[in-house]
C-alpha cells in the first residue's frame, strides 16, 4: 500500500469549515474508493469513482459530501460545512481491477473541534 | 445492507500460539479479503480469496474462503508480537460488487 499517498495526514477543522481530503492512487491505477473509519470500528464504504466519473456514491451523506478524481491530478473528497461528527479517519483505495485489488492509503485523520 | 460478523472482537494469546478468527454473514460473497491495520496506519492485505473452498497461505497466515460463500477463517500459526494489531475481513457482496464491506475487526494482543 506504500503507493497510495493521502494528504494531509492530520487535519483539523473548526465547525463550519470546509476540509479537502486528497489522494493520489497508485500509478497506472485508474479506480478509487473512499472509506470512513471511526475510532474502533471497521472501514465503511463511501464512494468509488473512476477517472472523471463517479460509480458509486451511495455510501456517501448527500449533503456537505462530495467527491471528484479528475482526469490530471489527486482524487479529492470534500466535506463542507464540518461537524464534529465528520471527526473520523478517511481512507483511500486505489486499484486497476476494482476493489478485490484494492491497495489502501494510511488515511487522513479528520478532527473537527 | 451486507454485514459482516466478525468474532472474536479480541484475543488476547501467549506468543507461539495458533490463533482463528472468522467473518459470516447472510448474504453471498464473491470475494473474501483478509487486512491487517497497525495503529494510525492504512489496512494492509494479507490474503486475498475468490473461489468457494479456496484455501490460501501468506507465510504464517492461512484464510479459507467457505464452501456456502457466506463464511470466511484466518489462522495465524505460531503467533509472535509483531502480529499485534487489528484484522479486518472484507468482501465484495454477489449483490453490489463495487463495494467492500468490512467486519468491525478482530483485535489482537500477544503476551510475551
Known amino acids: 500500500n506504500a503507493g497510495v499517498m493521502q494528504n494531509p495526514r492530520h487535519l483539523v477543522r473548526r465547525r463550519g469549515q470546509e476540509a479537502r481530503l486528497r489522494c493520489s492512487p497508485m500509478?497506472?491505477?485508474?479506480?478509487v474508493y473512499w472509506y470512513r473509519q471511526l475510532p474502533e470500528e471497521g472501514l465503511k464504504f463511501m464512494v468509488y469513482?473512476?477517472?472523471?466519473?463517479?460509480?458509486?456514491e451511495s455510501g456517501m451523506p448527500k449533503e456537505r459530501f462530495s467527491a471528484e478524481f479528475p482526469k490530471e491530478g489527486p482524487s479529492i473528497l470534500r466535506i463542507q460545512q464540518v461537524v464534529r461528527g465528520d471527526s473520523a479517519a478517511y481512507f483511500c483505495?486505489?486499484?486497476?481491477?476494482?476493489?478485490?485489488?484494492?491497495?489502501f492509503g494510511q488515511g487522513t485523520r479528520l478532527t473537527v473541534v | 445492507g451486507q454485514q459482516l460478523n466478525q468474532s472474536p472482537q479480541s484475543m488476547f494469546i501467549q506468543e507461539g500460539e495458533d490463533v482463528s478468527m472468522n467473518c459470516t454473514s447472510s448474504?453471498?460473497?464473491?470475494?473474501w479479503l483478509w487486512y491487517k491495520q497497525d495503529p494510525g496506519e492504512g489496512p494492509v492485505l494479507l490474503i486475498a480469496?475468490?473461489?468457494?473452498?479456496e484455501l490460501t497461505s501468506n507465510g504464517r497466515l492461512t484464510a479459507q474462503f467457505g464452501i456456502t460463500r457466506k463464511d470466511s477463517f484466518l489462522n495465524i500459526s505460531a503467533s509472535i508480537p509483531s502480529d499485534v494489531g487489528i484484522y479486518f475481513c472484507?468482501?465484495?457482496?454477489?449483490?453490489?460488487?463495487?463495494?467492500?464491506?468490512f467486519g468491525a475487526g478482530t483485535i489482537l494482543r500477544v503476551k510475551s
Open positions: 483505495a486505489s486499484s486497476n481491477l476494482g476493489p478485490g485489488e484494492a491497495f
Open positions: 500509478k497506472g491505477h485508474s479506480h
Open positions: 469513482l473512476q477517472k472523471e466519473n463517479i460509480i458509486d
Open positions: 448474504s453471498i460473497f464473491n470475494t
Open positions: 480469496l475468490y473461489k468457494a473452498g
Open positions: 472484507a468482501g465484495l457482496p454477489e449483490e453490489y460488487g463495487n463495494k467492500l464491506v
